[in-house]
């Protein structure tokens, strides 16, 4: 990052392992880099050969083994991943999304996944999704781009993108548009509530559980705001669910195999509202906070990569010729099967999540006494942290420009898309538990970034501090203010 600080309670990079304190052994360490914790991961990573445990205070049950090692991640994640299940803490911390499929392990999480699986493959919801997409770019996205840039007032591209997501989410789930990206844009409480999940689940997760459960019990602290946003959003769901129903009654139609909830909302085996409640909580963490942090990152590299934006643009100009336009100034909308095969395009978002995953680390938990391909002992009760991020940056797994923008390296030299192992580039998980909506999440990316990037020029303002928001979602802190421009074709 350009104004990265890691606060120094860790050794010279040569020796780079966090310092055992007396008694507190590895813990001031973490609380030190807390601000940036992927960042600190990655620096000490890279100065203990991919892997390194660390403990916390006797009587905390803190023991983690941290790795960004791909013979290690095969192993968590493909050769032995019944031993690796996310574990009862790990569920704890997620509470309000307990019983979905983003904390629950074996045959029950095989049966619901089977179950998204099959709902995400219905061809009439695909299409359904891929219209819902175009038609929020068309109506919605580039027409307040175009205002933004007739009063000459830059934007937050992160607020922008978030708006964007939590109206296509919740259109995809219910067939109901939440308006957040209409021209007055309200208020984002409902979105603000679902931010602060994800950060006050990353300080549950580097705080003793002990310490958590007592500021829960208590209500003080981020469990008091935490509390707040699950208020928010029960309340948010039943309302979506009502307005569901009344549209359902006024039309005669259930909308099952075209949104996503209807099939799970008429089996008997989802009829607990807790668990619906779950289920919507965790579908928008895996598809709004995901690709939202994405498509903000996308656009942070694009504004000052001029040229991968022209070969973005390259790639799109056969298309965008063939599209009559009605007027000089008319926007050109790419559809997703136009962009589906556009390689240099996937190898832009495929580049972005290299170095800034959405997730930037992953969690385990150890099941029986096992020892990593590394030849590290892990115990059973072990926390393993998977730093995807610091994955990305390893020089050498990626070569020594690993640090660099570089889409190209993505691509053979016939032109095609290269294959990288899952393991080693982990951003849609690996294994069995391979993300279900991966292409789904790329046909929405596609289609903004192919759609923004041909009609505006996007101009980072100057002066701001780009640093990740403490969180399990790879945010920017303090948004990311950009200006656009029409551009002259």
């Known amino acids: 990052y350009p104004t990265l600080r890691i606060t120094m309670w860790i050794l010279p990079i040569s020796m780079a392992l966090p310092i055992n304190w007396p008694i507190l052994h590895m813990f001031p360490s973490f609380v030190a880099n807390l601000h940036n914790m992927p960042a600190y991961f990655t620096l000490v990573l890279t100065g203990s050969s991919h ?6 205070p006797p009587g905390t049950g803190m023991r983690f083994f941290v790795t960004c090692n791909p013979a290690n991640i095969q192993h968590i994640f493909t050769t032995n991943y019944p031993n690796f299940p996310k574990g009862a803490e790990f569920a704890a911390i997620f509470d309000i999304m307990g019983g979905s499929l983003f904390t629950i392990d074996g045959e029950p999480a095989h049966r619901m996944r089977a179950k998204v699986k099959g709902v995400l493959n219905g061809p009439r919801l695909l299409d359904n999704l891929a219209s819902y997409c175009v ?13 933004m840039v007739s009063i000459e007032t830059p934007l937050d591209m992160q607020e922008m993108m978030l708006r964007f997501m939590f109206d296509l989410c919740a259109t995809s789930l219910f067939g109901v548009d939440p308006g957040l990206l209409s021209s007055d844009l309200p208020p984002m409480d409902v979105a603000v509530a679902l931010d602060t999940v994800m950060e006050v689940g990353f300080f549950r997760h580097v705080m003793p559980t002990s310490c958590w459960k007592l500021m829960r019990r208590l209500n003080i602290g981020p469990e008091r705001k935490l509390s707040t946003s699950h208020t928010v959003l029960r309340r948010f769901v039943v309302e979506m669910m009502d307005r569901w129903k009344t549209n359902t009654c006024h039309t005669g139609n259930d909308h099952s195999g075209v949104d996503i909830m209807p099939p799970f909302l008429n089996d008997p085996d989802y009829a607990d509202d807790e668990l619906v409640l779950a289920m919507i909580i965790s579908y928008f963490l895996a598809a709004r906070d995901t690709i ?3 498509l903000t990152w996308v656009f942070y590299n694009l504004s000052q990569k001029p040229n991968v934006v022209s070969t973005i643009r390259n790639e799109l100009s056969p298309i965008a010729s063939s599209k009559a336009a009605s007027s000089a100034s008319a926007m050109v909308i790419f559809e997703p099967e136009e962009t589906k095969s556009l390689v240099y395009l996937r190898a832009v978002l495929y580049e972005t999540l290299r170095l800034y995953p959405p997730g930037p680390i992953e969690c385990k938990t150890v099941a029986t006494d096992d020892i990593m391909p590394s030849g590290h002992k ?7 942290f998977i730093s995807v991020h610091s994955m990305g940056r390893m020089e050498d797994l990626w070569g020594n420009d690993c640090l660099n923008y570089n889409p190209e390296r993505w691509l053979s030299d016939n032109g095609n898309l290269r294959y990288v192992p899952s393991h080693k580039f982990l951003v849609f998980n690996s294994g069995p538990k391979i993300c279900p909506g991966k292409e789904i999440a790329v046909m929405q990316m596609k289609t903004v970034i192919a759609s923004t990037m041909w009609n505006f020029d996007v101009e980072l303002m100057k002066g701001q501090s780009i640093q990740p928001k403490p969180s399990c979602i790879l945010k920017i802190k303090n948004g990311l203010i950009l200006k656009l421009k029409k551009r002259q074709m």
């Open 378 to 384: 892990v115990r059973s009760g072990d926390t393993i």
């Open 135 to 147: 038609d929020k770019v068309k109506n919605s996205l580039l027409p307040l781009f175009a205002h």
């Open 292 to 294: 939202t942090a994405t």
């Open 51 to 56: 892997d390194f445990r660390a403990h916390g």
